[in-house]
């Protein structure tokens, strides 16, 4: 259960302005349309945290900043997931077999997403071994031991996770070191890049609710009309008070 300080951030969250424009596009007939944009931060972002390391100094580096909450100098928001909802037998999803690697003691990417009918390989670059774990509320946590990396073979492991939920990731005596799985069943969802921007090809035309959600931020959403042959953008600015 979410405690109540979260769910005041969450709803604290102001949506300061849309920008909502639909352009021609030459798209081949029957590929359906482009859903495009950009979400950008209204304020001051908080500086992230950071942590002086000792031990496996010579693997993880001096120091190390958390990663949750990346804004582009342009105020883009970095890791944001934007989903179009309500599409799930579509198409099967982009990342129905998803990878995330551990290197320098990070987690690449910090969110991964994850399909409930596919697969999740977990692979381990660093010449240390890392004790990984999560909270979770429907699936069985995971509570896995990535050996390190000092032969030839790369340790992997191959994790089936079946519910939607975002995972928090965590590792023992590392409390830098976190990361998301994003578990879904709706194939078009997207994760924002280092400027806040994301694309979703390939939309049946229609309206749909889109449903974006950030560590920080919580969720917000906003219905958009996405047409065949044509390119949607929006230009999404949120504000909220981080404390």
């Not at 909450?69 to 599409?87: S, Y």
């Not at 509570?143 to 390190?148: E, G, S």
Request: charged residues 20%.
């Amino acid at each position: 259960m979410r405690d109540r300080s979260w769910t005041q951030k969450t709803r604290r969250i102001g949506i300061m302005a849309v920008f909502f424009i639909v352009s021609q596009f030459p798209l081949q007939a029957g590929a359906g349309g482009i859903f495009e944009g950009q979400i950008v931060y209204r304020g001051n972002p908080p500086k992230p945290k950071q942590f002086g390391i000792v031990q496996d100094s010579q693997v993880c580096g001096t120091s190390q900043y958390t990663k949750e909450f990346l804004v582009h100098e342009g105020h883009g928001i970095q890791n944001v997931v934007v989903t179009i909802e309500h599409l799930k037998e579509l198409r099967t999803a982009p990342f129905e077999q998803s990878i995330m690697t551990i290197r320098g003691c990070e987690f690449w990417p910090y969110i991964t997403l994850v399909s409930t009918t596919g697969t999740l390989n977990v692979i381990n670059g660093d010449s240390i071994s890392h004790q990984i774990s999560t909270q979770s509320l429907r699936d069985p946590p995971i509570n896995t031991h990535m050996t390190a990396a000092l032969t030839e073979k790369t340790p992997v492991k191959t994790l089936r996770i079946r519910f939607p939920e975002i995972l928090k990731l965590q590792v023992a005596f590392r409390p830098w070191m976190t990361g998301y799985l994003y578990v879904t069943d709706l194939p078009y969802t997207v994760v924002t890049d280092g400027e806040g921007r994301f694309k979703i090809v390939d939309v049946p035309e229609g309206r749909y609710l889109i449903k974006a959600w950030h560590e920080k931020l919580g969720y917000f959403s906003k219905r958009v009309r996405i047409k065949e042959g044509e390119v949607s953008s929006l230009k999404w600015v949120v504000g909220h008070n981080i404390n």
